[in-house]
């Protein structure tokens, strides 16, 4: 599963209307994996709607997610003064600074970055 959000311009002085999050549920198709929503109306930067997508890479639910945020947006009225700024995962770099530099080792040989209940590398 993946989660792409999709960030929202539109005139600073409108707010994202209530019932975004069912709209966006109204217009997937059993095809886009849409398992659920959730809407940030005063992100930074903007409104942000959360994608939740079961599909096979995350290029592909990027796409379904952008597709589906532009169907919405093309048949409910209310967001009509919106469009689509950004959709995509967001990628946090320090966790993936961190999975690329060496791992440090406990003495036993467990990998010092996974909880203690997973296996070790």
């Known amino acids: 599963m993946y989660l792409v959000h999709v960030r929202l311009d539109g005139p600073a002085d409108v707010p994202l209307p209530v019932g975004t999050g069912a709209a966006l549920i109204s217009c997937a198709e059993p ?14 930067g903007g409104p942000v709607v959360g994608l939740f997508l079961t599909a096979p890479s995350l290029a592909v639910a990027e796409l379904r997610a952008a597709a589906l945020c532009s169907r919405s947006l093309a048949a409910y009225f209310p967001l009509a003064p919106f469009r689509m700024a950004s959709c995509g995962v967001v990628l946090i770099p320090e966790f993936w600074d961190r999975m690329a530099s060496p791992s440090p080792v406990d003495g036993i040989g467990h990998n010092m970055f996974r909880p203690p209940d997973s296996p070790s590398a």
């Open 31 to 44: 095809g886009d994996g849409l398992e659920h929503v959730s809407v940030d109306p005063d992100g930074p």
